[in-house]
């Protein structure tokens, strides 16, 4: 059963659209919820949420954490075409399994 | 900005050859990772180092696997007896603190023939 279960997975916008992505996971030693942008290669770290209800918040992107109910969602406002990437959704539980990821929601951004 | 260096960015073996990966921590971080992300699959955890020693490791990390930080720079994830199910995107990361914001590298796209 996946721990990280990201949606949708592929979504496909017009520059200029907000898109919001979504994250639902396991609270099983649930510690925080991290966001990666993949676009190429390497994930790169976007955002760590630990409190519920706080929006964390970097220029056009934003993000929050409900653990009441389980889920984050990002927010990507204005979208251009260099947000066209996969996010990646990562549960940190304090155990030993490191970060535990989402398989990703692939975003296209077309002109 | 300080980056996380892989090398090689591509490695093609036999199966059941011995592979060395390279990395290069971010100079001031303190935890090392390892993982990997088999093609159109999650990134997986495979380990994580502190201190000199294996502080968490995976049931993907099993005794084919090694790691080791042989100077003070370098970060390496030995693969005694590659096999086919091995051919994968290995990731090394580096955090100052456990588990968060870690910088990922580009990667090491390895390929078991």
């Known amino acids: 059963e996946d721990k990280v279960v990201q949606s949708p997975l592929s979504l496909v916008v017009h520059e200029g659209d907000t898109v919001t992505l979504n994250c639902s996971y396991e609270?099983?030693?649930?510690?925080?919820l991290l966001w990666y942008k993949q676009e190429k290669k390497a994930p790169t770290f976007l955002f760590m949420l630990t409190s519920s209800g706080i929006e964390k918040k970097s220029g056009r992107l934003s993000s929050i954490l409900d653990k009441k109910e389980l889920f984050s969602i990002l927010n990507i406002t204005a979208t251009q075409t260099g947000d066209s990437a996969i996010y990646l959704c990562?549960?940190?539980?304090?155990?030993?399994?490191?970060?535990?990821f989402g398989k990703g929601t692939h975003l296209i951004i077309q002109p | 900005e300080p980056e996380v260096t892989q090398t090689p960015s591509h490695q093609v073996t036999q199966m059941g050859q011995e592979v060395i990966l390279r990395c290069v921590p971010i100079s001031n971080h303190l935890y090392f990772y390892w993982y990997r992300q088999i093609l159109g699959q999650k990134v997986e955890f495979l380990v994580s180092?502190?201190?000199?020693?294996?502080?968490?490791k995976s049931e993907i990390f099993d005794d084919q696997f090694s790691v080791e930080r042989p100077d003070g720079s370098n970060f390496t994830l030995k693969i005694r007896s590659t096999k086919l199910e091995d051919s994968a995107m290995y990731f090394c990361?580096?955090?100052?603190?456990?588990?968060?914001?870690?910088?990922f590298g580009s990667g090491t796209q390895l390929s078991v023939l």
């Open positions: 609270v099983t030693n649930f510690r925080s």
């Open positions: 180092f502190y201190n000199n020693e294996i502080s968490e």
């Open positions: 990562a549960r940190e539980g304090g155990g030993a399994d490191g970060l535990t």
């Open positions: 990361a580096s955090s100052v603190i456990h588990n968060e914001k870690l910088f």
